[in-house]
């Protein structure tokens, strides 16, 4: 199993951002399976402030680029893409329109 890690920024309003995080308590079905169908196992988000922080872990059907061509043909993941958008911002450093942006490992202890 592959594990990634990714970062975007919210809007840093308060309202939005309780917004962001009520609609993360009753995903979409849809969306569950568009990334479940992508061969993503399982997935976490954390916030601080208004930082996420993605974990992805993932089976040998996934690919980036897979995923990218499955969402841009399904209509309810753009619906909710656009949707995110309301509350989602770009993070400093990302390519225009690049949501999540994937973070360098830089550290890891194994016992």
Known sequence: MKRYCL???LVNDPDL???????????WPEIQDSITSAGIDAMEIYRYGNRL?????VNG??????KGAMDASNEKVQEWEKLMWKYQQA???SKPGEK???MDKI???KA
């Not at 951002?17 to 995903?27: G, L, P, R």
């Not at 922080?53 to 872990?57: A, G, K, L």
């Not at 059907?61 to 897979?66: A, D, G, H, I, L």
């Open 107 to 109: 550290f890891e202890l």
């Open 17 to 27: 951002i309780k917004e962001y995080e009520v609609m993360h308590e009753q995903v």
């Open 100 to 102: 999540w942006v994937m």
């Open 91 to 93: 993070i400093p450093g």
């Open 61 to 66: 059907k996934f690919s980036f680029e897979k």
């Open 53 to 57: 922080f993605m974990i992805m872990e």
């Open 7 to 9: 970062a975007l920024d």
